[in-house]
Each structure stands twice: as C-alpha cells, then as structure tokens.
C-alpha cells in the first residue's frame, strides 16, 4: 500500500486534475478547487535552488542585516532555522502592533545595510502589504533615496503585476518557487522553496557548498522519510479524532509550533465535519493525542529540520489520503475575509468592547463554557510584553481547570488555524485586543500606526462576527 499511495503522490505532481486517472485518490484531495498544489512533493535539484539564489545575490551584496516580513506560511518556516542557527542577522516581523514594529526598529543600526524581505504569494495579503507600507516609511526616514536597495518582495511570478499596481514596480521581486509556478500553497513553502532556502543560505554565510552538503543529506534520507510517514500515517487512520501531538526538539521551542499547527490545523480542519481536529507539539500526558515524530537519527540540526518538515507534510499527504480529506485547500478562511471587505465597504461603527481585566474577562466566558468545549484558544491581536502570554496561560488554566488553554500571538493566527476554528465544535476562543496600543514606542507618523492598529481590530472584529457562537471579543486593559 505504501507504493501505491506513493506513486498516486508522484503521479499527480504537476499534473491538471483531467489528467490524472479516477482511481487516483489525489485527483479529489490535491487541488485547490482547479489549482495544482503538489509541487512540494517532489524536491528540487540542488541546481535549480543555486541558480535561483544567484540571481538574487546582486541584491544581497554589501546586506548585513536581513528582516523577513509575511504573515502564516509565507513566515513560519523561517523562524525555526533562526532558532536553530542564530538570531543575529535574521529577523522576523509578523504583527502589525506598534509594538512589535518598535522592538524591531530599535534593534536596526544600519539602515543602509539592512535587507527587507516581504513575502506574499498572492501579493495583496493585507497584514504583509501595511507592514511592507511602514517599513518603507521607516527607511525613509533613515535611509531616503534607497528604497530600491533596501526592498526584495518573494512571490508568485503572477502576483508581480499587483504588486507594481500596489506601488512597488522600482522593487526588486524574485519568484518563490525555483521552477518559477505556483503548485506549492503557503503551508508547504517551507522547505520546499526560496523563502525557507534564502534564510538558510544567509544563516549559512551564503557558502553554497554548506548549502549543497546539507540538502544533499536530507536527499538521502527522502525514501526513509516517507515511509515512516506512510506507516504512522497508516496508525493514526482510525482514530476517531484527528488529535495530534508533533515532538520537536524543544531548543525549537514556539518557533516550531507556529508552522506545525498551521500546517495541521488548516489542512486538515473543517474538512470533515465528523472529525474533530486539534494540534499540540509536545504535549505532556497526551491522552486522546497520537504522538508523531520523526524516528531517524539525524546530527546535522539543519538537516533534522529540513527532514521533520518534509516528513510532516508527507504525513499529511498520506493521512489524508485514508482519510478522504482535501488537504491543500482551505476555502473557509475567505470568511472572515469577506467580513473584513464588508465592514471596510460598510464604514464600519466598531463594536463597543468594553476594557475588562483578567478577572472580569474569566466571568464573562464562564457562562459560554459548555462541556463540550474542551479548549480554550486565546488569540491576542497584540504583541504581548514579556511573560503576558503565559501569565494570560496559567490564569485561565486556574480559572478553568478542566480546559486545555492555547495562547496565539497577532493574526497569525488567522492564517495558520482559522480554517479549523470555522467549523471546531471542541474549541472555544477568547479573542483579545488592546484597550491602548501605545503608539509613542516608535519614531513613525500617527496615520500609519493608527492604520495598523485598526487593521488589527478590524480583523479581530471580522474573526468574532464569524465565529460568535462560540467566541468572545474583548479589550484587555
């Protein structure tokens, strides 16, 4: 069975879904309505990703500093290779906070030096477009006249007219795929093409032999790989719930995660309305939770890496595949989108969320916690100080404690496990603003911040009226 599924895998790399035979279960469960998405599946040669890495090295030369900007799949792949590798060159922004922005800024010492990264495969993502918009400004104000040198955008060779609507066409651009199509979605970008290997090949000090050594290494494994993913794949089948729990390596810590429950949690969610869908890396004492790791014995951390998200995502494919369930689309996050595009054509009044504390806020959904609500999601729409999330964990796991408690930072979270909030049955969520974003953290005009923190509630505003049977909107003082 494991070669049979496999050649049903590889047969339907690439191809229209009229080409494929009816017996082929992925002519059903590897389309995105009629997209193709399995380009992942098989990996590149060593010589496409080199070639693809030349041709922006123009662009990185005399760049020390180098700030990846993207919102779910576009960004969470890279932030365990800057756990892994070393945080000193390589940053991350993904939440429009003012916050946020400022604890980046202040870090930045030369602007002129400094490479922005924005990734979006459609080009228009809303998050990624207004923090590519402040950054701008920001270099502006620090660096004018260099906007060209300092900007790369990663995206679809089809999203590159958009962007130059948008106002970028002085902008370098670069495709993200090294076969320059659009088969991989965002979930499975990661390791699969230049947004995972850009930040690789920098954290590898652009020494193309490391580089050629390392993926050559994990093509050794490959075979191992996926028949591992067969076989507990093929475990895991007939379990009634789709309960898992990832082990990583904990060095990895939350940076891991994020990718992991996106990839999970919306391939998976709301597809199947009998199978409830829940995703927690290295949980302790975990229950009705099937442990998954990879079982190859690995020394090379980058390796182990690349590896563990392959084999995830092979998982996935295969799972699936039993489970007749169509894991590269996820069609229910245009809900919250469109409730986004009417409040914004509507010119919104805001919901009048009262500022409560922690307290207050445990008594308000005390009432709305039925039995059958086993999880607690907390999304802050916010970048919380230091030990805020935890401390937001422990009270909750106090208040309620025959909850299991989830706290997601930013609306990331809408792009790595709203699919399966659409239609969880077993979750209840507690979304978070701020009654105050401070704005005077960073040296940047009012009508940009402002803009960004409206977007924030405006998408938090979008996700409650979407979901409000079983969630609560709240400002937290």
């Known amino acids: 069975m494991t070669e049979i599924l496999q050649k049903y895998l590889l047969e339907a790399v690439g191809k229209n879904r009229q080409d494929l035979p009816e017996t082929n279960i992925y002519r059903e469960i590897g389309f995105d309505g009629n997209s193709k998405r399995l380009g992942w599946v098989k990996p590149a ?29 576009s960004i969470n792949g890279i932030k365990p290779l800057i756990s892994l590798l070393g945080p000193e060159q390589c940053y991350v922004l993904d939440n429009l906070d003012p916050r946020a922005i400022s604890s980046l800024a202040a870090g930045l010492k030369n602007f002129s030096k400094t490479l922005v990264v924005l990734i979006s495969k459609s080009g228009t993502t809303k998050e990624t477009q207004l923090l590519a ?20 955008w990663l995206s679809d060779p089809s999203s590159f007219d958009k962007l130059n609507s948008l106002g970028w066409q002085e902008v370098a651009k670069a495709a993200i795929q090294f076969d320059s199509q659009s088969d991989i979605g965002g979930r499975f970008s990661s390791p699969n093409t230049l947004i995972f290997f850009l930040p690789l090949f ?4 652009k020494d193309f032999s490391r580089l050629e050594k390392t993926y050559n290494l994990f093509l050794s494994f490959e075979k191992a790989i996926k028949e591992e993913a067969y076989q507990k794949a093929s475990a895991c089948k007939d379990k009634p719930e789709a309960y898992f ?59 182990e890496l ?6 995830f995502q092979v998982f996935i494919a295969y799972y699936s595949a039993f489970k007749k369930i169509n894991f590269v689309s996820q069609d229910y996050v245009e809900e919250y989108k469109q409730q986004m595009r009417r409040l914004e054509g509507e010119a919104r009044k805001e919901l009048k969320i009262q500022a409560e504390d922690l307290a ?12 059958d609500f ?12 230091p030990g805020q999330a935890e401390a937001i964990k422990d009270f909750l796991e106090k208040e309620f404690n025959d909850k299991q408690v989830l706290v997601f930072i930013g609306s990331d979270w809408n792009h790595q496990s709203y699919q399966a909030a659409f239609g969880a049955k077993d979750t209840f969520y507690l979304l978070l603003v701020l009654s105050d974003y401070p704005k005077s953290l960073v040296s940047l005009p009012d009508e940009i911040l402002d803009r960004n923190i409206e977007a924030l509630r405006l998408i938090a505003q979008a996700t409650y009226l979407t979901i409000k049977d079983k969630s609560v909107l709240a400002a937290l003082k």
């Open 202 to 205: 920098l954290l590898l000090k």
């Open 45 to 73: 040669s060593f010589s496409r990703i080199k070639q693809s890495l030349q041709d922006i090295l123009p662009i990185l030369e005399g760049k020390e500093i180098f700030i990846f900007v993207g919102m779910g799949g």
């Open 306 to 311: 690349i590896a563990q998200m392959y084999f």
């Open 133 to 152: 918009k402040t950054l701008q400004e920001l270099f502006c104000a620090q660096a004018p006249g260099e906007r060209q040198k300092n900007f790369l």
């Open 245 to 303: 729990s990832p082990l990583i390596d904990p060095c990895l810590g939350e940076s891991f995660s994020s990718w992991i429950i996106q990839l999970f949690q919306e391939s998976l969610g709301s597809k199947d309305p009998k199978l409830s869908v829940k995703t927690i890396p290295n949980l302790k004492g975990q229950g009705r939770f099937c442990p998954l790791k990879l079982d190859l014995k690995i020394n090379d951390k980058s390796v």
């Open 360 to 371: 207050s806020l445990a008594r308000k959904i005390k009432p709305c916690l039925s039995k």
């Open 374 to 385: 086993s999880f607690i999601e907390v999304v802050l729409y916010f970048d919380p100080q």
